[in-house]
């Protein structure tokens, strides 16, 4: 498990500290919880209600799934809290996950998607890279939970004693926590102010197994906070088999069925479908759900994610939303104007035609697996947009490549990135891509353990340390260039896990990484455990490597680039760069990631090197 260096607080008596059914009854103006207050619930030992907490203050939205999994929940809520931040709202959202990992740390990519990392070192779901991006705000590790997270609290708990005596139960200890988790983010809001309103994105499928004590907190949450508090949107699929060419609606019926029989009743209904819903359908979807038709939307399939908040304000699923939990009077239409026009500008240019085209090849374990590079398929899309050019990411399966066959296996590409990794299967080919890149002026990109096997490669190849490796890769190597390093461990308190989360990047001056960023500081998220051994440093620059980005306190290599005027072959190159950062976990939208637009201009460049590449401007980038 890969504890993020921000945990929780471990005091077990914390949760108890000024619990008063008085308080929690004016609190929340409930007449039941007061009932309750008076009589069995007193005896629960916990309170559900934070400090500070106001009823009525904070809204709730709940987004559940039905039928089946994968119909985009996760795009849908972040659109449709992007389309209410841009009305001047404080959002925030909630990802709850029914498995029992603690984080998403210990899983595989290749089953799960990609490991987003958060600034405060969180190790969670794609999802809240998808948040992140269509916010354009920083989570924290309050916005991610998982059932193994409540479990084990609940537990540490009860081993403390803190039950006093009571049996600890599903109802009302486990959703008890569920709903404390929800209030306490409701008061941290975005970190600067608290929220108007909490997007709840449940995992899984209403009717699992596994998700259904959340539901259940979640309609404990609605009945407690009162009527307009909580707006429950239930996304469907209507089915539209080929052999009938016409669309059924019935499935989607049974879907929300299921969110009644858990006692609550959606006020908006999505529907997902390939084509538009037709007017038949919407209807029958409104009489068997009991919401009105105009609370029905159609939510069928669109060219891109990014057309999706749009399509939704023209549809008026955003005013919807504002009726059901009564916020409209809250809006601020200027700012709604400013934003959305920003964002439009983004549509427009994705929707412009593109005269030019690359290739960037990207070479990884998990080539097969979209999901598995996500943030990094994200930031090149950015990249593109904003330079105008169609780009193509070409998945290159690492375990296959060699010395010999690697001119053959990169030649389409204009650019490469070695993206992250763990464990030493496919190294040896991320190397003998390095080698190429290196040789033959291809840009290159190296991302953690492509920042990695850089070093080596040049370890190997132009300092003449046959044997240079790493010690993940080879414990006992004799040529350490990258290993794990005691002192280092000490420095950062980190035991033995890995570094996790947003450090400061120093930059130096004068550097293709300071053009790039336009500052000589910079905050990057990192997820490693190994790093260049100091030993090295001073033949590695001799040699004509450049650590342009370092710790600004300790002898940690953060970036590395060959100069572009430097005179001997095989160092001088237009464009090699390497973080031991994740710099595609902080690329946006409408601030693309500086070292992906870098990428992408160089790859221009050489492919049509007649035109002029417009120069990558900082005004876009990510601070
Ligand atoms: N395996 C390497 C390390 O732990 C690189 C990690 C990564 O690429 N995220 O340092």
């Not at 008076?38 to 709940?62: I, M, Q, W």
């Not at 009945?223 to 669309?247: H, K, M, R, S, W």
């Not at 120093?506 to 190994?530: D, M, N, S, V």
């Not at 939208?589 to 492919?607: D, V």
């Amino acid at each position: 498990m890969h504890r993020s260096s921000d945990q929780r607080s471990s005091d077990p008596t914390e949760f108890r500290k000024g619990i008063d059914w008085n308080e929690v009854e004016k609190a929340t103006g409930s007449d039941l919880l007061a009932a309750q207050a008076n009589s069995s619930l007193s005896t629960e030992a916990f309170s559900s209600v934070p400090d500070g907490y106001r009823r009525g203050r904070h809204k709730y939205v709940v987004v559940l799934g039905t039928v089946m999994s994968g119909l985009g929940k996760g795009i849908f809520a972040s659109s449709l809290a992007k389309l209410l931040k841009d009305k001047g709202l404080v959002v925030t959202p909630l990802k709850l996950e029914g498995y029992l990992n603690i984080d998403a740390g210990t899983l595989n990519p290749y089953r799960h998607g990609e490991v987003f990392v958060l600034d405060d070192g969180t190790e969670c779901d794609m999802d809240l890279g998808t948040y992140e991006r269509a916010l354009d705000q920083n989570l924290s590790r309050r916005n991610f939970a998982t059932a193994g997270q409540i479990y084990s609290e609940i537990l540490d708990r009860e081993r403390h004693g803190a039950y006093l005596g009571r049996d600890v139960q599903m109802i009302p200890h486990v959703t008890g926590e569920v709903k404390r988790r929800i209030r306490d983010l409701a008061l941290y809001g975005d970190g600067s102010k608290p929220a108007d309103v909490v997007f709840i994105e449940v995992g899984g499928t209403v009717g699992d197994y596994e998700n259904s004590f959340y539901i259940e907190a979640l309609r404990e949450l609605a009945f407690e906070e009162g009527p307009e508090a909580v707006c429950f949107v239930a996304l469907t699929y209507i089915v539209e088999p080929p052999a009938l060419g016409e669309q059924k609606s019935k499935a989607a019926q049974l879907g929300v069925k299921r969110v009644m029989e858990a006692g609550i009743q959606p006020h908006i209904i999505g529907c997902r479908s390939t084509n538009p819903c037709s007017p038949s359908v919407l209807e029958k979807i409104a009489m068997f759900t009991n919401v009105p038709l105009k609370r029905c939307f159609s939510m069928h399939d669109r060219k891109s994610v990014y057309f999706i908040p749009e399509a939704m304000r023209e549809s008026g699923l955003d005013r919807e939303i504002l009726s059901v939990i009564n916020l409209h009077d809250r809006v601020d239409l200027a700012h709604e104007d400013r934003s959305r026009e920003r964002w439009m500008s983004y549509v427009r240019k994705l929707e412009a035609p593109r005269s030019r085209g690359i290739r960037i090849g990207l070479t990884g374990k998990y080539a097969s697996v979209r999901d598995a590079y996500a943030s990094i398929d994200k930031c090149v899309e950015h990249a593109g947009t904003h330079l105008e050019c169609e780009t193509e990411l070409v998945w290159i399966e690492s375990t296959e490549i060699t010395d010999d066959n690697v001119a053959g296996k990169l030649k389409d590409c204009d650019a490469i990135i070695v993206p992250g990794g763990f464990g030493g299967r496919g190294v040896e080919g991320k190397i003998a891509c390095v080698k190429h890149c290196r040789i033959n002026q291809v840009p290159y990109l190296g991302i953690c353990l492509g920042f990695q096997v850089a070093v080596i490669e040049f370890a190997r190849n132009v300092l003449g340390l046959k044997d240079a490796n790493s010690t993940e890769f080879d414990p006992d190597c004799p040529q350490a260039v990258i290993s794990e390093l005691p002192e280092q461990k000490k420095i950062e308190k980190l035991g033995g896990t890995m570094r996790l989360g947003g450090q400061q990047v120093l930059i130096q001056p004068e550097t293709l990484a300071h053009q790039l960023f336009g500052k000589t500081l910079a905050r990057q998220r990192f997820r490693h455990r190994y790093e260049v051994d100091p030993l090295y440093i001073e033949r590695l620059e001799a040699c004509g490597m450049i650590f342009s980005g370092r710790h600004p306190e300790h002898p940690i290599m953060q970036i590395l680039e060959l100069p572009p005027s430097d005179p001997r072959p095989g160092v001088g190159h237009p464009f090699f760069i390497a973080g031991q950062f994740h710099p595609e976990l902080t690329g946006r939208p409408l601030r693309p990631q500086p070292l992906f637009m870098g990428l992408l201009a160089a790859a221009l460049q050489r492919r049509y090197p007649k035109i002029e590449v417009p120069k990558w401007s900082r005004t876009l980038s990510v601070s």
